[in-house]
């Protein structure tokens, strides 16, 4: 565990805080453009990752598990979206025979 402190140490925050941000978003800009349910549903998985990432660095960073922590609660919250989004796309698949999520317009009353 002392080889890990000592290496997220070793890099500056300031490199974290920029990759998150690229990650982030490259995320954001996934959900916006695309339409594809899939690919939406993966951007927020790369938002969630970022934020996991900082987290991390910043508990690290800090001396506090905290945050640490608290990543742990995300991945259990991202696993739940994953097993109930990927439940909804199936069962938008079989009703429209397309992931996009304009067609959903079809659904409404």
């Given at each position: 565990?002392?080889?890990?402190?000592?290496?997220?140490?070793?890099?500056?925050?300031?490199?974290?805080?920029?990759?998150?941000?690229?990650?982030?978003?490259?995320?954001?800009?996934?959900?916006?453009?695309?339409?594809?349910?899939?690919?939406?549903?993966?951007?927020?998985?790369?938002?969630?990752?970022?934020?996991?990432?900082?987290?991390?660095?910043?508990?690290?960073?800090?001396?506090?598990?905290?945050?640490?922590?608290?990543?742990f609660f995300i991945m259990a919250?991202?696993?739940?979206?994953?097993?109930?989004?990927?439940?909804?796309?199936?069962?938008?698949?079989?009703?429209?025979?397309?992931?996009?999520?304009?067609?959903?317009?079809?659904?409404?009353?």
């Amino acid at each position: 565990m002392e080889n890990v402190t000592q290496a997220i140490q070793g890099v500056p925050l300031n490199h974290y805080i920029l990759l998150c941000t690229i990650i982030f978003s490259i995320g954001v800009i996934g959900v916006l453009i695309r339409r594809n349910a899939i690919v939406i549903f993966m951007s927020i998985e790369l938002m969630l990752n970022a934020v996991n990432l900082l987290l991390t660095a910043f508990s690290v960073q800090h001396n506090d598990p905290s945050g640490q922590v608290f990543v742990f609660f995300i991945m259990a919250l991202a696993a739940a979206e994953v097993a109930v989004g990927l439940a909804i796309i199936v069962m938008i698949f079989r009703n429209t025979n397309s992931t996009d999520v304009n067609i959903l317009n079809k659904l409404k009353w």
